[in-house]
């Protein structure tokens, strides 16, 4: 049996990485939460996923608080994995605090995954210092303090595990399929801009191990673990590509939000984006300069042996210049790259690979710690002198809740707007229901949640209903049991109803659409089918002891 010392040798990954992500929190207690550019579409969402758990709905496709209560299909085209778990944070922790242990718990999970890619090939202590650095890496600080990307920031714990199952597939081939694409699908289902990096990431290292070995065989097992992970998160992948043609998707890459206004060191004719562009990227200079130093200086050490010094510079060498207007073509060619919208978005590979080059090149400790203090020294200028940050205290935090809790809502977000709808022409103290026309309506509310709305309107005359929601084409409407065709307000897309003289009975339902079945049955059919390869996997392993006994 370990006495004590073993004991806090096994935990001191754990313990180093917690307290290393604890230390970043630290300025919260003196300032509150930070409120970066993305606090409010987080926190709201997992405010309102948890209202649906509550309402029993388990998995929410409609934000239905958005836009002020006129809703959109939010849950549809964002991944899942944040607003789960932020909004299981909610149930559990005071909300006060529930950003904070949001940070907290995925800081640490960064550090462990580096911690068991850094182990692969490095000591103890080490790795330790790499999982440590890799959670409080000068990138993730951006994001904790100025950003409030959470989803962005939880995709950095799968990086590792990317790489690290890479160099398994070198060695062992098709084995390693379904982990990789179990990572792969873990990708898509926590944030698309960052999975978009993966997948390009994956093809850039898949063909440099293929060309170090001189074999295809590894472009096959990428493929099939690209295909295999599609298929997993085909339950959020097909309804978010099939349903872009229902909302203004195309406003997430608008003005300020293009890649052509967010390369390193552009100037726009915002000041405020201006400013947090030139913080960023001083940041990023810092990250590439010290990276290819220290890759310099590690260019002889068993990196080497395991063919990933190579790889690992290629890779950085690719993700630094994507931050740069050189590569403008190349984000408009490449499919899809143009979504992940900010060209300094790299940063979460290139802190990765930032990470591994100063552990193993600079092997003097008072070196490594100058370095992530001369990082922090960057970070603490740029606060004071070029973008502050912005900071939310509790009654900031409880004035979201309240608007929760009151129905009056929050703002929605532009590329999950329905088409034909704008939420600035509506009326935010507009009714649930009430008439459009001139008749008389009685109206009495029975049911009325994110995914379904029930109420009776007895009427004066034949009407349209005016319902305080969005049109959108999976809203289900029947009247008096039969299916209707609404119709939305001009300037507005507010959804009209049209009614009947006399007693009306109006059901609302947020129906399965096609993709979203068949996107179901994908992922259900993918897991069976991984388990069950698992299970006669696992059968024929056992069986020539079998015979033997």
Known sequence: MGGPRTLSLR????LAVCGAAFAVEVPFFFFGTPSGHDVEFHLYAWLDVLAQWKQGIFLPRW???????????????????????????????????????????????????????????????????????????????????????????????????????????RDEGRRVIAPLALVLAAGWLTNAPAAVMMHYSLALLLVLFAWQQRSGRLLLVGAGAVALGACLAGFYLLPAIYEQKWVNIAEAVSAGSRPQDNFLFVHTTDADHDAFNRMVSWIALLEIAVMFTAAWAARRC??????????????????????????????????????????????????????????????????????????????????QRVQPPWWDNAADLREMRDNMADGIGYEGTDEYTPVGADPASTDKAAWKVRGEGSAHAAIRILQWNAKSKLFTAEMSGPDQLAVRLFAYPAWKVEVNGRVVQTTSREGTGQMLVPVKAGMNRVQIKFS???????????????????????????QRIASPSTLIL
């Open 11 to 14: 935990w001191a990954p754990l």
């Open 63 to 169: 934000a239905a608080m958005a836009h002020f209560a006129y809703g959109e299909p939010r849950f549809i085209f964002y991944p899942p994995a944040s607003w789960t778990l932020g909004a299981l944070l909610s149930a559990i922790f005071p909300w006060s605090i529930v950003s904070a242990v949001y940070i907290w718990i995925v800081l640490a999970l960064a550090g462990a995954s580096m911690f068991a890619l850094a182990r692969r090939w490095l000591d103890r202590r080490d790795a330790i210092f790499a999982a440590v650095l890799y959670a409080v890496n000068p990138y993730h600080l951006v994001i904790v303090y100025w950003r409030s990307a959470f989803a962005e920031l939880l995709a950095s714990c799968l990086l590792p595990l990317l790489l690290l199952l890479l160099l398994k597939a």
């Open 302 to 383: 068993r990196m080497d042996e395991l063919g990933l010094w190579n790889v690992l510079v290629v890779w950085g060498i690719a993700c630094s210049s994507f931050m740069f207007p050189a590569t403008a073509l190349l984000w408009k060619l490449l499919p899809k790259l143009q979504f992940m919208q900010f060209p300094w978005r790299w940063l979460l590979c290139l802190s990765m690979i930032f990470t591994i080059f100063v552990t193993v090149g600079v092997r003097r400790w008072w070196m490594r710690v100058a370095i992530w203090v001369v990082a922090v020294c960057v970070i603490a200028v740029a606060w």
């Open 512 to 538: 399965r659409t096609w993709d979203r079945t068949a996107g179901g049955w994908i992922s259900i059919v993918t897991v069976l089918l991984l388990v069950l390869s698992r299970f006669l996997r696992r």
